[in-house]
């Protein structure tokens, strides 16, 4: 099991800048690949970034060159750093984790972003 808890949602800006954390209960070393998706009203869940345990990265095309996912193995957290914020990445954001073997898939609860003038 794996229990997640996402922090750092807020009410800003457009251009300003956020950062959400995601704290795992267990060593994320352990976890094959952890990642932020979101899901505004009325739309699908859609993936934001991903970081695999390697330290490989992947990111939305809507994301690339303005968010920037990372992961503190001492912490058990995995971060997403938000910049340039625009009001349509307002939404709630979602922390998950997958395990390979066997296949598990496991998500948090969610914080709200939303990005308003």
């Known amino acids: 099991q794996v229990q997640l808890v996402e922090s750092g949602g807020g009410l800003v800006q457009p251009g300003e800048s956020l950062r959400l954390s995601c704290a795992a209960s267990r060593n994320i070393y352990s976890i094959d690949a952890m990642g932020w998706y979101r899901q505004a009203p009325g739309k699908q869940r859609e993936l934001v970034a991903t970081v695999t345990r390697g330290g490989g990265t992947n990111y939305a095309d809507f994301v690339k060159g303005r968010f920037t996912i990372s992961r503190d193995n001492a912490k058990n957290t995995v971060y997403l750093q938000m910049n340039s914020l625009k009001p349509e990445d307002t939404a709630v954001y979602y922390c998950?984790?997958?395990?390979?073997?066997?296949?598990?898939?496991?998500w948090g609860q969610g914080t709200q972003v939303t990005v308003s003038s």
């Open positions: 998950n984790a997958v395990i390979v073997t066997p296949t598990r898939n496991y």
